[in-house]
């Protein structure tokens, strides 16, 4: 695990790490109302940056520097031993969700241009509903380790 150095620079990325968490959480939310409006490409959208950004809190929170890139969970499983025991079962399913989703990210932007699909005709109930769970799954999972490393540091 990532310990807290002299300068404090493992506590920054703690605090950075609860933020991502947070705005996780809150892209949970808009997932959820745009279920509740029918706006399944919405759906699909703010669980793939609720896993995207659930997926860096855990980088930040072992200390490693995350690529700028969408789908961050390939670095998740070069560092298996950095992650406690209880996660390191998951990685291979929070990469696999953030690969699936990742690819969705642009398509529910912006729907299909070559086979003149709008983003609104491309996502069901059931596929936003999805989307939807796995996002819920891997906030709990970044939500749980934060909270063991900020009750391991204090």
Known sequence: MYRLNRDGKGLRM???AEDYVKRAGSRLTDAKSALERG??????RYSQEAVELSLKACLRLIGV???KVHDVG??????????PA????ELNKLAEISRDLAEKRAPSMYGVE???KP????????????????????????????????DRSA
Do not use: C
């Open 119 to 150: 983003a609104s005709q491309l996502f069901t109930l059931r596929e936003a509903g999805d989307a939807l769970e796995k996002a819920k799954y891997v906030h709990a999972i970044a939500f749980k380790l934060l909270k063991a490393e900020v």
């Open 114 to 116: 070559a086979l003149g």
């Open 39 to 44: 706006d399944y490409p919405e759906v699909v």
């Open 86 to 89: 209880w996660m390191r079962g």
């Open 65 to 67: 520097e995350y690529p």
């Open 74 to 83: 390939d670095v998740l499983k070069l560092y298996p031993s950095r992650f």
């Open 14 to 16: 703690n605090v950075l």
